[in-house]
C-alpha cells in the first residue's frame, strides 16, 4: 500500500451551530467510511507563510490549501475514488491528492 496527502482547497465553513454539527458529523461519517486506510486525519490550517527560494518571506500559503489528510491506498486512483467522497466537495471546495514516495 502507498501512501497519499489529501490537500483541501476551498470550501465554506458553516455558519451557525447547528450547521457546524452538520458538518462534523458529515466529516466523521466519511472518515468512518475509510476506516483503517487513514494513517492521519489531519486537521485544518491556521495561519501560513511561503519562504521563497530567494529567503523573502510572504503572509499566506501560496498554493491555498484549507487542510489534509493522510491515507494509505494500493493506487493513485484508488485514492482519487476516496476523495470523490471529502465533505470539502459538497461546499465548493476541492481535494488534491499526491502520493508520498518512499525514500
Not at 61 to 72: D, P, V
Not at 81 to 103: F, H, N, Q, R, W
Request: glycine content about 16%.
Amino acid at each position: 500500500m502507498a501512501k497519499f496527502a489529501f490537500l483541501y482547497s476551498g470550501g465554506s465553513m458553516a455558519e451557525t451551530p447547528e450547521a457546524q454539527q452538520k458538518s462534523m458529523d458529515e466529516w466523521n461519517a466519511w472518515f468512518g467510511s475509510i476506516g483503517p486506510s487513514i494513517l492521519d486525519g489531519g486537521s485544518p490550517f491556521g495561519a501560513a507563510a511561503t519562504v521563497a527560494a530567494d529567503g523573502s518571506v510572504s503572509a499566506g500559503g501560496g498554493i491555498g490549501a484549507t487542510g489534509y489528510t493522510l491515507i494509505s491506498a494500493a493506487s493513485l486512483d484508488e485514492a482519487t475514488t476516496t476523495a470523490k467522497g471529502c465533505p470539502v466537495l459538497a461546499s465548493g471546495g476541492s481535494v488534491d491528492i499526491y502520493e508520498a514516495m518512499e525514500m
